[in-house]
């Protein structure tokens, strides 16, 4: 579904060029009403050659034209960011922030009778290959319409979830973080297949597509991931063996434990951001 409406992007990072590679693939904004801004030079051609987008120095012409504003910058100069910009802001304006760790009331805050709407989304890594898993949570002004765009903007790059503010640090815990825990598994696989006499370039192919082919089986067959690892099990044979070994090192306890301990990291740094709102 297209939208009416022009988009900028605060920032031009990897994130800002997955949103917008998914925005036009999509057809939901055309790239002659999206614009970015991005104070280093050479990003700012990449993303105009990439996508024939407007790529700008500084954000003084943009908020009078575009009523959708993406933050896309990192989380330590949102204050500033939004301390630059908050006299051009205005209760026409759908702000979206993906700055991890930043509260809406920091947010909500900083842009205090201003009237903007506002939503914080929790995006990962691999929406720059258009499979990110992305959660949102929108302020109390936000419409259900504005809501609904962020969803299909986030749609666009994978898939997204609407969920209340109080969740997004268990989000972070799992999906924001999940994507390294998945990395560190692939190079452990690749490791040992390289320890029992595989070549590098073989134990690879091999771990990435178990993976993907695992993946795929999950999503598609709708079986419980305790079926399917049944499934592969046979009694007295290879994988219980290796499986066991997993339990023995308290494989489970410890992917719940990394979780919980990103999610413990998400909150601290989130009251963090509050506590220093509050003396600003």
Not at 233 to 255: C, D, Y
């Amino acid at each position: 579904m297209a939208v009416d409406e022009k988009i900028c992007f605060i920032g031009g990072g990897r994130m800002a060029e997955a949103l917008i590679k998914g925005i036009i693939q999509a057809g939901i904004i055309p790239a002659n009403h999206i614009s970015v801004v991005d104070p280093d030079p050479a990003r700012r051609h990449v993303l105009a050659d990439l996508f024939n987008v407007s790529a700008l120095e500084d954000a003084d012409t943009v908020w009078e034209e575009c009523k959708i504003i993406i933050l896309a910058v990192k989380p330590q100069i949102i204050p500033e960011v939004l301390e630059d910009y908050r006299n051009q802001v205005n209760k026409s304006h759908l702000i979206i922030s993906i700055a991890a760790g930043v509260p809406l009331a920091v947010l909500e805050g900083k842009l205090a009778g201003s009237g903007a709407r506002i939503i914080r989304v929790m995006p990962n890594t691999p929406a720059i290959v258009l499979e990110g898993a992305s959660a949102l949570s929108p302020s109390a002004r936000a419409t259900d319409e504005d809501v609904e765009l962020a969803k299909m903007i986030f749609d666009a790059v994978g898939k997204c979830v609407v969920l209340n503010e109080n969740n997004l640090d268990a989000v972070t815990g799992l999906s924001g973080s999940g994507p390294a825990y998945v990395f560190s598994f692939i190079e452990a696989l690749v490791d040992a297949g390289i320890k029992e006499g595989l070549t590098k370039p073989v134990a690879e192919t091999l771990v990435l597509q178990t993976i993907v082919g695992s993946v795929k089986l999950a999503m598609e067959s709708g079986e419980h991931p305790a079926q399917l690892r049944a499934m592969v099990t046979s009694p007295g044979g290879t994988t219980i063996a290796g499986l066991h070994e997993l339990e023995r090192a308290g494989f489970q306890g410890i992917v719940m434990d990394a979780v919980g301990k990103a999610t413990e990291r998400s909150r601290e740094l989130g009251s963090m951001s509050l506590s220093r709102k509050i003396i600003d």
